[in-house]
């Protein structure tokens, strides 16, 4: 047994690195590239048509009102294409993926709508993940999963919903985006922006 014993603990920490590395997609985005600037973002982002200025002026909001309300949002926002990401504070990947989003928030909000659905989370935590990593548009809160639904959302996270400047939900791709470019490059294909 005393063999054993570092045979066992070389595995159980081998197992511990491959479920982390796992829980990031394998490598994490948030250090790679410049430093993210919100509010540099959102005054690139001046002078977006008033659909997607009124996200934009809701940067990093939580907010209520659940599938009514998102409703509402998307019908407001006909259109403009949009994307959502489902997300949630307690979600390693999501986490790994948030800073490709800020990015990609910043460069494509003047001609795409995004919009997050916090889903599965407590309004303290979902509040500080939002301080850590702000964004240039807002969050609706999701507690019953009732928006991700009616997007045909599957239950794992994160989970991006492209939906064209119609109204129609056009892709759902699980899974983290690794890139801002690989974001960008489905942004164009099936949105065509």
Not at 20 to 41: F, S
Not at 108 to 118: C, I, Q
Not at 120 to 141: C, E, I, K, M
Request: glycine share 12%; with cysteine.
């Amino acid at each position: 047994m005393r063999r054993a014993l570092p045979v066992l603990l070389a595995v159980a920490v081998a197992a511990a690195v491959v479920v982390g590395l796992t829980q990031t997609g394998g490598r994490t985005t948030a250090a790679k590239g410049p430093r993210y600037d919100p509010q540099g973002a959102l005054k690139a982002l001046k002078g977006a048509p008033a659909p997607l200025a009124a996200l934009h002026g809701q940067a990093s909001a939580l907010l209520g009102g659940d599938l009514r309300a998102f409703r509402a949002r998307l019908k407001a926002l006909r259109g403009h294409p949009v994307v959502v990401n489902k997300w949630g504070s307690w979600c390693g990947p999501c986490r790994a993926e948030f800073p490709v989003f800020q990015r990609a928030g910043a460069e494509h909000g003047r001609t795409v709508a995004f919009l997050g659905v916090d889903g599965a989370d407590n309004h303290g935590d979902a509040s500080a993940f939002l301080r850590q990593f702000p964004v240039t548009y807002p969050s609706y809160v999701d507690h019953d999963e009732n928006i991700a639904r009616f997007l045909g959302a599957p239950n794992n996270y994160p989970i991006t919903i492209f939906v064209d400047a119609r109204g129609h939900v056009v892709m759902r791709h699980a899974g983290p985006y690794q890139s801002p470019e690989e974001l960008g490059r489905d942004i164009k294909r099936y949105l065509g922006a």
